[in-house]
């Protein structure tokens, strides 16, 4: 058996999670002291009330090398083939601690992805993945077609304030303040396994993710029809629906998913932030 395992930045939901077989490693949270598994002992919310109470973005670390094997003994015991996903190797020391888990646990059957990408950028890579091992398909075959997908998937997300970037160091204060005044929307892309900033809109929020949408329209009509991702960082209703909205009305995705952001994505974006990513088209 092929078990397809994740680190909790892949942002799938629950129901996702049940649906293809698909075990989750969270990430670790830290308030000042106090370490939680993201996912499991805290939520965005809890995180957005502390960040905003004490005016600090928490820390976000890789998982523990105990704790990662501990998650991985199960899985090894029963002698599966186990791919992991891990948030990009750019952002994150988490797939270098898988690695040093199965060198530990002395288990060669594992294989290390480093997906480059975040949230359901990751997501998109993993669902592919657990659909083929659901249909028997050899660890040797998912991974190479993990090879041709990684370069194709299109991660971009539009933040509605650069507040919790520059708690979080991330930008300075003066670009900050200047980008918060002139209500500028920065839209963040995933290239390479790094972000990097594109598009600036201007306005509220609500308008500005539309307009970031319909701008994706040209790649999205030549993109893998299977999934597009709808992933947010807790926005309204009536955004969401907006967007999704206009993906329906393009008749061309055969399935369009809505997820939130975990706690480590939240932390580093805050709240009302919202991505469309999907997979480049063969010709792409």
Not at 25 to 39: A, F
Not at 215 to 244: M, N, P, Q
Request: hydrophobic letters at 40%.
């Amino acid at each position: 058996m092929v078990q397809i395992i994740a680190d909790s930045t892949c942002d799938l939901s629950q129901e996702l999670l049940e649906k293809y077989n698909i075990k989750i490693l969270p990430l670790m949270i830290n308030l000042e002291g106090d370490s939680y598994k993201d996912g499991v002992e805290i939520t965005p919310d809890e995180i957005y009330q502390w960040s905003d109470k004490v005016g600090k973005t928490p820390k976000t670390a890789c998982p523990s090398l105990g704790d990662a094997i501990d998650f991985l003994t199960p899985f090894t015991q029963k002698g599966d083939d186990i791919i992991f996903f891990g948030i990009s190797e750019a952002m994150s020391a988490t797939c270098g601690v898988i690695r040093l888990a199965a060198e530990n646990l002395d288990y060669e059957k594992i294989w290390v992805i480093d997906s480059k990408n975040l949230s359901t950028g990751i997501g998109l890579q993993v669902l592919r993945a657990a659909e083929m091992a659901m249909e028997g398909a050899s660890a040797d075959d998912i991974l190479k077609e993990m090879d041709k997908i990684i370069p194709k998937v299109r991660a971009s997300f539009v933040i509605d304030t650069l507040t919790y970037l520059y708690r979080g160091g991330r930008c300075s204060a003066v670009t900050s303040l200047l980008a918060n005044t002139l209500k500028l929307k920065p839209k963040i892309i995933v290239e390479d396994g790094k972000m990097d900033v594109g598009k600036k809109y201007r306005g509220n929020i609500k308008s500005v993710i539309l307009k970031y949408a319909k701008d994706l329209e040209e790649d999205l009509l030549k993109a893998d029809k299977r999934r597009i991702f709808i992933t947010h960082s807790g926005c309204s209703e009536e955004i969401i629906k907006e967007v999704y909205d206009y993906l329906k009305g393009l008749n061309y995705f055969e399935e369009i998913l809505i997820t939130r952001a975990g706690g480590v994505i939240s932390s580093h974006c805050g709240p009302n932030t919202l991505g469309v990513l999907f997979i480049a088209g063969d010709e792409a």
